[in-house]
């Protein structure tokens, strides 16, 4: 089995420990270089990307329902037990308060955004 599979099924471990696993063959393979492997794993690289934070600075709610933040995702693949596709949040800047609904279609979220 190639380092690459190996390291997908270990769940991405860093080039350390699969050098610990292959110098005392607790895995078997056919490549000896783990390092280029790990630098060239997509994966890995989305997964040491810096994400900054938001700054604190700005336009931030002095008062409840001052500002709204909303998002509608959709469709999942998963269909829930009750058949609903997507779903749309609304979040209170000030509070931090969220609701969350569920719709079977698009079509449906209007009647929440109020369009």
């Known amino acids: 089995m190639s380092n690459e599979v190996w390291h997908k099924r270990l769940g991405h471990q860093n080039p350390r420990i699969f050098s610990h ?6 895995i078997n393979n056919e490549e000896h270089s783990a390092l280029s492997m790990f630098l060239n794993c997509a994966t890995c ?10 700054s604190s600075e700005g336009n931030r709610a002095t008062n409840p329902f001052e500002i709204i933040h909303s998002d ?8 829930s037990h009750a058949y609903y ?31």
């Open 21 to 26: 696993l292959l110098k005392f063959r607790l």
């Open 45 to 54: 690289k989305l997964g040491r990307i810096k994400i900054l934070p938001f």
């Open 85 to 115: 596709r997507y779903f749309i949040t609304f979040i209170d800047d000030y509070n931090q308060d969220y609701q969350k609904y569920f719709f079977y279609t698009t079509q449906n979220t209007q009647y929440k955004l109020g369009s």
């Open 72 to 79: 509608v995702w959709g469709i999942s693949s998963i269909i």
